[in-house]
T-cell receptor, first 113, second 113 residues
């Protein structure tokens, strides 16, 4: 049981470059999320998807886009990376049967230079 | 909007000491409560959760938390910490019909051997 799989684990981008972070879960969860974690800021929600076919903005959506490709996959795209987007990104999923406790992916450490 | 406050930002203990990490929230209605742990360099993992019933919740690795509704608190406890408990601990609260939790800023725990 893999849980939530995130790729890549590490990435260095130049300012203005684009990239997509991939996330997949095999727990049949309806809901998926993207968070960023910065020192002293805790976890901040970027976007979420309550169910397949829906996406909504979280607390810090600017500069990001998402796609809920199917029930399993939820990707996060940076169209034009900025140094302020240097962070650790976590994907998570949750479902009603688990009382909406989160299962997190292992994270992507992104540096924008 | 609900808020979650973790009063202790940094805690340093010696092995075998007792631990209590504070968590208070602002929402007055029915809540679901979580504690997550993040070991150095790893992703967040669910430590324990409260949904209903016995307000004293037992989690993994000897941790427990008590929900005190009158105090809007969900403090995390462990009678005797180990060096391996060194990690960051996050409290999260879900309420108001939303399935998206609000996270606290986290408490960094360092346990000296």
């Amino acid at each position: 049981n893999a849980g939530v799989t995130q790729t890549p684990k590490f990435q260095v981008l130049k300012t203005g470059q684009s990239m997509t972070l991939q996330c997949a879960q095999d727990m049949n969860h309806n809901s998926m999320y993207w968070y960023r974690q910065d020192p002293g800021m805790g976890l901040r929600l970027i976007y979420y998807s309550a169910s397949e076919g829906t996406t909504d903005k979280g607390e810090v959506p600017n500069g990001y886009n998402v796609s809920r490709l199917n029930k399993r996959e939820f990707s996060l795209r940076l169209e034009s990376a900025a140094p302020s987007q240097t962070s650790v990104y976590f994907c998570a999923s949750s479902g009603q049967l688990d009382n909406y406790g989160y299962t997190f992916g292992s994270g992507t450490r992104l540096t924008v230079v | 909007a609900q808020s979650v406050s973790q009063h202790n930002h940094h805690v340093i203990l010696s092995e075998a000491a007792s631990l209590e990490l504070g968590c208070n929230y602002s929402y007055g209605g029915t809540v679901n409560l979580f504690w997550y742990v993040q070991y150095p360099g790893q992703h967040l993992q669910l430590l324990l959760k409260y949904f209903s019933g016995d307000p004293l919740v037992k989690g993994i690795k000897g941790f427990e938390a008590e929900f005190i509704k009158s105090k809007f608190s969900f403090n995390l406890r462990k009678p005797s910490v180990q060096w391996s408990d060194t990690a960051e601990y996050f409290c999260a609260v879900m309420g108001g019909g939303s399935y998206i939790p609000t996270f606290g800023r986290g408490t960094s725990l360092i346990v000296h051997p």
